[in-house]
């Protein structure tokens, strides 16, 4: 399943949110979003995911236009963890988690084993099948984000949008969930701001006031003068003893 973004822009007010952007996520890839607050990430990601008509250009979906698809099929592919989802508080986790299920579910092909299998799994990826019988509402920050993840990967996606999903989480949960992305072979768009973490995509597409700056490996890509022109900061690298990877420190320009 190929994701492919072909000159999109998106206005609003008179404003342009999204300018011009055009990228391809491969079978497969984990690309990362940089860009500083309000570059456009959130705003990309939701036209990505079908959700936002844009106001020039295209996504296609394996060489389709999305905007002719049906939302269901569409579903059926993509999943988007947004940056503030909301759940309903009177609901349990695993029940939150079963609404991933809906686009494969109709009056032919009701609630199965299968989808119970789903869940289970999605539940255990992020570590919450312990949590799975409580109430939405007792959940905090950190556990209802990786709830929502589950929800996703319950949706048993080919390409999964994340916009900031490590935001509430421990550092522990931080690290298991990149591995966790990294290990499902499913095609990967994750908006993140902590630039060390989004090294370890495959690739790095940086935008700037809605534009795309710069899209390629993140270590060509974070030189230190992109670093000064789009993020305002001076990089120092420094080696890791333990496994040789380079890893930044920021000071302001
Ligand atoms: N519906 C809207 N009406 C007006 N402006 C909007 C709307 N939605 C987003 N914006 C603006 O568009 C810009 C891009 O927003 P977006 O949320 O895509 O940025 P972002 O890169 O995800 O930011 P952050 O890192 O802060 O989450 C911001 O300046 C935002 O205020």
């Given at each position: 399943m190929i994701l492919d973004a072909?000159?999109?822009?998106?206005?609003?007010?008179?404003?342009?949110?999204?300018?011009?952007v055009s990228l391809t996520i491969a079978r497969g890839e984990v690309l990362g979003l940089v860009g500083p607050n309000g570059s456009g990430k959130s705003t990309l990601l939701r036209l990505l995911a079908g959700l936002?008509?844009?106001d020039r250009g295209l996504v296609r979906l394996d060489g389709e236009p999305m905007a002719a698809m049906p939302q269901r099929q569409i579903a059926r592919q993509i999943a988007l963890v947004a940056q503030s989802a909301e759940t309903s508080d009177r609901i349990t986790v695993r029940n939150a988690v079963a609404l991933g299920r809906t686009p494969w579910l109709d009056a032919l092909r009701p609630w199965s084993d299968e989808d119970d299998t789903h869940v289970a799994y999605a539940l255990r990826r992020v570590d919450l099948a312990h949590l799975a019988n409580r109430d939405w509402s007792t959940l905090s920050g950190g556990e209802r984000q990786r709830a929502h993840i589950a929800?996703?990967?319950?949706?048993?996606?080919?390409?999964?949008?994340?916009?900031?999903?490590?935001?509430?989480?421990?550092?522990?949960?931080?690290?298991?969930?990149?591995?966790?992305?990294?290990s499902l072979g499913v095609s990967v768009v994750i908006a993140l701001h902590d630039l060390n973490q989004a090294m370890r995509c495959d690739r790095l597409a940086v935008l700037?006031?809605?534009r795309l700056r710069a899209l390629g490996p993140p270590a060509e890509i974070l030189d230190p003068a992109l670093l000064a022109r789009v993020f305002g900061v001076r990089a120092n690298a420094l080696i890791d003893p333990h496994d040789g990877s380079r890893v930044m420190r920021f000071h302001p320009c």
């Open positions: 072909h000159d999109l822009g998106r206005r609003v007010r008179g404003r342009d949110l999204l300018d011009g936002v008509r844009p929800r996703a990967l319950a949706q048993d996606p080919q390409i999964l949008l994340l916009d900031e999903p490590t935001n509430h989480l421990d550092i522990r949960h931080q690290l298991a969930i990149l591995d966790l992305v990294r700037q006031n809605g």
